[in-house]
C-alpha cells in the first residue's frame, strides 16, 4: 500500500510540475502527433488543449524533427500562428514511454526582441558619442570646442542648462561656457563663491568623482545647505556633474591629472534621475574636453614656437634680401666695368663652356652672347682655331698661368696682335674650378715694337761700316807706319781706340739681339760634348783671366748636349766674362755641368732630360731684387758697371734668347759680396733622341 502511495504522490508532482512549468511540453506519438501539451505549450502555440490534441507538430514548427538523431537545443521558429512569428529553442527527448516522444520549447521571442532593443540602444549611444567627439575634434579653438561640447549635451541629454565651470587656482571659478533653455536664468560669468566649492569637493572631484543629484533638497543628496541657496537663485531642482580633469606635468617627468573644470547640467523644471548612459555620456565627453585642453596647450606652444620662427625666417629673408640688392648691384657694376674694358674678359669652366663674357666679344668678334654662354670653346671659335688655343687651354686648367700671343682677324677685317691670358680659378683643396680669360689688343705695342727694332736695326748696321772703317784707321795709326805720335798723341789714339772697340761691341751685341729676337736665324743644333763647349770657352777667356788675375777652371764630365756649338760657346764667354770681371784678383772662376734631376721627371718630356751648366765665381754678388732685371735689356746693378767693367747691359739678354732658342732655361743665384752662379739648361742629346750623332 505503501509503494501505491509513493508512486501516487510521485504521480501528482510529475503533474503539478507539467502543469505549472512555464516551459512548453508537448508529449508526441511516434508519428509526431500531439497527444499531450500543458498549459504553456498551449500559451506558445496560441490554441486550447483540445484544438491541439491530435494535430502533427510539424503544422507549427518551421524545422522538422529527426528521432534519429535527437538534438538537445534547436533554435527554430514557430510557423505563422495567430498573425504572429516567433522564436522557439526546443529540445528532444525520445521515447519517455513505448511509442512516446517529449519535446520541451521555450520562447526565445521576448528574450530575442530585448537582445535587439539593447543593442539598438548601445549603437545608438555610440554613435551618438561619435558625432559628438567628431564635432569637438573638428575644431582646434579651445573656446569653439567646450561651446560644442555644452551645445551638443544639452541636446543629447534635453537638459534644462548644461555648462562648463573652469576651476581657478584660488579655489573659486566661473562658468565660461553655457547652453541653456529660453526659459531658465543663464548662469555664464557668475563667479562662484569659494563656500559652495569647498576644498574638499575639489579633491574629490580630482579623483574623478562623479555626482548625479536627482533631487538637491533631497535628504540622502547630502548638498549644503549654502549650496542650496545658491542652486536656489538658478531654480536648479537636478544635476549631474562630471570633472573635467588635465593630464599636466606635475613634478619633473612625473605626470598627474588637474581638476581644470566641471561639466554640469541641470534640471530645473522638475526633479531627474539621471540614467546610467547619461552619466557615462557626461563622463566621456569630459574626457574628450579634457584631451582638447592638452591638444590645444600643445597647439598653442607650437604657434608661440611657428610666431618666432616666422619672425627670425623673416628677418633672415629680410637680411638675404639686402644682401641680394647688393650682390646685384654690385653685379652690375662689375658687369658696367667689364663692359667698359677694352679687353675681352670671359670665364670658362672646367669642362671648357664659356660662363661669362664681357661687351667687347659682341665688339671684337661679332658674336652674341648667346652664341657664347654655356657654349663649348670649339664651338665658339670652330676648330683650328680650338687646335692652336688647346694646349694654353690644357695648361691653364692643369693650374698653370699661361700668357701667349696670336694674331686675329677682328670684326674690322684688319689682323690684330693679341695677348691671352689665362688664369686658373682654383677652389679649396686645390681644385681647378675653370680660369679667367683676358685678352687684348697689343697690335699698337707690336707696331712701335717692330718700328723701333727696325730703326735699331738699321741704325746700328749704318753704324757699323762707319764704326769699322774708324777701328781700322786707328789700328793703322797705332802701329806709327805712318808717322810716330808724341805720348801724349798715343794715349788719345789708345782711348779712341778702346771707345771704339767698345762701340763696335755694342753695335754687334745690339744686331745680334735683335737678329735672334726677330727669329732671323736658325739655331744649327747637333750633338756637342759639353766637356768641349766649355774647353773652348776657357781658351777663349784665358788671356782676359790671366789680366784680371783670375784662375778659371772646370769640372770635367762626359755629358752630350743638344745644341748650336757657336751660340752656346758664346752665351758661356759671355757669363765667364761677367764672372772674371765681378771677381776680384786671385780668386776662381769654375764652369761645370750636371744632370738636372727636376726637369728630368717632368710628365710631359720624360723622355727629354737635361743638363745644367754653371758658371759660379767668388765676386761682388748681385741683390736678391736684381736677380731677374739683369736679364732685361741694358739692366745693370749699378749704373757706372759700364763705365768701370766696359759692359753695354746686353750680354745676358742675348744669354736668355739662346738658351731659351734651345728650349732651356736661365738664371743666376747669388750670396750678396760672396759670389754669383749663373745656370742653364739644355736639353741632354740621347743616341735614342736623334738619329745621327755628329760631334764637332
Ligand atoms: P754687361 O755687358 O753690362 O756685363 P750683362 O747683360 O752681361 O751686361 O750683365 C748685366 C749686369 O749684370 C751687369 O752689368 C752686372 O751689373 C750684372 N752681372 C752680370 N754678371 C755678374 C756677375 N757674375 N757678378 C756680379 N754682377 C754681374
Redesign the pocket.
Known sequence: MAGVKKTTTKKSLFKAVFQNSTVAIAILDSKDRIVEVNPAACKLFGAGKKKLMGKSIEKFLKSSLDWQNPQERVETQLKEYQGELKTVEYSQVKDVSSQHNLLVLRDLTDFQRQTAAELDLYYQRVELFAEVTLKIRQSLQLHEILQTAVTEVQRILQADRVLIYQVFDNGTGMPIKEAVLPDFKPIIGIEFPEEVFPADYRQLYTKGRVRAITDVRAKNADVAECLIEFMDQWQIKSKLVVPILQNVQIDQGIKGDRLWGLLIAHQCQAIRDWTEFEQELMQQLADQIGIALLQSKLLANLEGLVAERTAKLRQEINVRTKAEVALRHSEEQLRLIANGLPVLIAYVDCHQHYRFNNQAYQTWLALDPEEICDRHLAEVHGDDEYQQISPYVAKALEGETVTYERDLALQDGCVHSLSVTYIPHIQQQNMIQGFFALTSDISDRKAIERMKDEFISVVSHELRTPLTSIHSSLKILATGKLGSLSSQGERMLKIADEQTERLVHLVNNVLDLQRIQSGKITMNKQACKARDLMVETVQAMKTFAQEQGIRLSFKPNEFVVWADRDYIIQTLT?LVS??I??SPSNSTVILSAAIDSQNNSDSKHQSISYITFAVQ?R????PQDRLET?FERF????SS??RK?G???????ICRQIVEGHGGQIWAESCFEQG?T?YFTLPEHKASNQQSINFS
Do not use: E, M, P, R
Open positions: 759671355n761677367n764672372a770681371k765681378f765665381d765676386g761682388q754678388g748681385i739683369i739692366q745693370q746693378v749699378d758697371d759700364s767693367k759692359g753695354t747691359g746686353l750680354g745676358l739678354a754669383s749663373f
